[in-house]
């Protein structure tokens, strides 16, 4: 079955900086790619989402990169504000099926002032 | 937006003891989940349901067993709860392959 390995598990950056959180699969018929984002003591919404067909996509300070080959994708923050300041998760499945979407172990990034 | 309600939000239970998280929606959707939360662990799918007759284990369904009572309700029951249990519990629509949380549900057993 898919396995998706996310890193680092904590990042913190400097206000104004990048983040980039980094994401492997482990299965090539996997074409679909969500990103997620929890709030401190929220529920986690789909942030941005990229299909296997692109190899990249950009909405506003964030993009997401895909690696076909390599089986890598990443989550790119530009410009990091405090309201970033969250856990995200990466996740892999069939586009055809949300039921087998397998997250990451998520990413608690925390911006410093 | 409450259009995927849990009840109850937080729950101490002991050992042993039958617990029932519900779940409600209003979006309409056909298709409902239960996730369990750890941390470091991700979100980890419980069981999913497709529709009123359609029940399937997901990948840690062991220890849980679900109801689908109707198309806007989804319960997930631990007949015998234990402390390893013990997480933040989502119910969950989708769309599409957009995933719809809930706010979560607390479960500590002691």
């Known amino acids: 079955g898919e396995n998706v390995e996310q890193h680092p598990s904590t990042l913190s950056v400097q206000e104004g900086d990048s983040a980039v959180i980094k994401c492997t699969y482990s299965?090539?018929?996997?074409?679909?790619f969500p990103w997620y984002k929890q709030e401190l003591g929220k529920r986690p919404q789909l942030i941005i989402d990229i299909r296997s067909n692109v190899g990249e996509k950009k909405d506003q300070r964030i993009a997401v990169t895909l690696n076909k080959t390599a089986k890598h994708f990443s989550l790119h923050i530009t410009e990091t504000q405090p309201e970033d300041s969250a856990v995200y998760f990466c996740a892999a499945s069939l586009y055809s099926s949300a039921s087998k979407i397998i997250f990451g172990s998520g990413t608690r990034l925390s911006i410093r002032p | 937006d409450a259009d995927v309600t849990q009840t109850p939000r937080n729950r101490i239970t002991k050992t042993g003891k039958r617990i029932m998280l519900e779940c409600s929606q209003t979006k309409g959707h056909d298709r409902m989940y239960w996730y369990r939360q750890d941390p470091g662990l991700g979100l980890r799918l419980i069981y999913y349901s497709f529709d009123v007759k359609d029940i399937n284990k997901g990948e840690i369904s062991d220890g849980y067993s679900v109801s689908r009572q109707a198309q806007a309700k989804f319960s997930l029951s631990l007949e015998s709860a234990i402390p390893n249990q013990t997480a933040l519990y989502f119910c969950?629509?989708?769309?599409?392959?957009?995933?719809?949380f809930g706010e979560g549900s607390w479960l500590t057993v002691v």
């Open positions: 969950a629509t989708s769309f599409g392959n957009t995933i719809y």
């Open positions: 299965d090539s018929a996997s074409n679909y």
